[in-house]
C-alpha cells in the first residue's frame, strides 16, 4: 500500500485494487464520491478499529481509482478527517 492522499492509501489486498482509509468518516465520503461521481462502486468493504478497506471488483484498474480520488481536493479530505480528529 502507498499513500495517495491524506489518511488515504492504495495497492493491492486479496489480487484486488483496495483503499485503506483511516477516519470512518472520510471512507463514507470516498465511497460515496467514487460511487455516485465515478461509477466505482467497493465489492467489499472491512472495519479495522478506526481503518476501513474498499475492495474493487479483480476487473478494477488500479489507475482508475487513483486518478478518480486524485480530484478530491488534498484540504477537503483533512477537513473531513478533522471532524472526528481535531487537532
Do not use: Q, W
Amino acid at each position: 500500500m502507498e499513500s495517495l492522499l491524506p489518511h488515504i492509501e492504495i495497492g493491492f489486498k486479496e489480487g484486488r485494487v483496495a483503499l485503506e482509509i483511516h477516519d470512518i468518516e472520510l471512507s463514507d465520503f470516498i465511497e460515496d464520491y467514487l460511487t455516485e461521481n465515478c461509477e466505482l462502486t467497493p465489492e467489499a468493504v472491512t472495519n479495522r478499529n478506526e481503518s476501513v478497506v474498499l475492495y474493487f471488483d479483480a476487473n478494477t484498474p488500479l489507475k482508475r481509482v487513483r486518478e478518480a480520488l486524485m480530484k478530491i481536493s488534498p484540504s477537503e479530505i483533512e477537513s473531513i478527517y478533522r471532524v472526528n480528529h481535531p487537532c
